[in-house]
């Protein structure tokens, strides 16, 4: 059975940085786009971030709006994805999702509707 499990939401301070983590099981990374999301009340869910990888070669993909702030990452022997988000802002407030979607390379797809597994989610509240 595949399952996805978030951590380490919480609330921050303008500028401030958290890192997240996703602990897959049943999931094999190599065989899926694995992403982040994030909605916030009252919008669509967002592409944060997406990494696939090709016989050891990776690729990361990550929305404008966090493109040089977010980075993300996996780790294989430990079967976690990473999101780790700096100089955050009071537009970053949302609940994150991580999600394991349809392969394809090099870009992974940015719609929602192609990620099949999906995690609970963890808040971040960015405050100024």
């Known amino acids: 059975q595949e399952r996805l499990v978030e951590s380490g939401g919480g609330s921050v301070s303008v500028g401030g940085e958290l890192r997240l983590s996703c602990v897959a099981s049943g999931v094999t990374f190599s065989r899926y786009c694995m992403s982040w999301f994030r909605q916030a009340p009252g919008k669509e869910r967002e592409r944060v971030a997406s990494?696939?990888?090709?016989?050891?070669?990776?690729?990361?993909t990550y929305g404008a709006s966090v493109e040089g702030r977010f980075t993300m990452s996996q780790d294989h022997a430990k079967n976690t994805l990473y999101l780790q988000m700096n100089s955050l802002r009071p537009e970053d407030t949302a609940i994150y999702y991580c999600a394991a979607g349809r392969y394809w390379w090099p870009d992974c797809p940015s719609d929602s509707a192609l990620y099949n597994t999906w995690g609970q989610g963890t808040q971040v509240t960015v405050s100024s």
């Open positions: 990494i696939v990888s090709l016989r050891g070669d990776y690729r990361t």
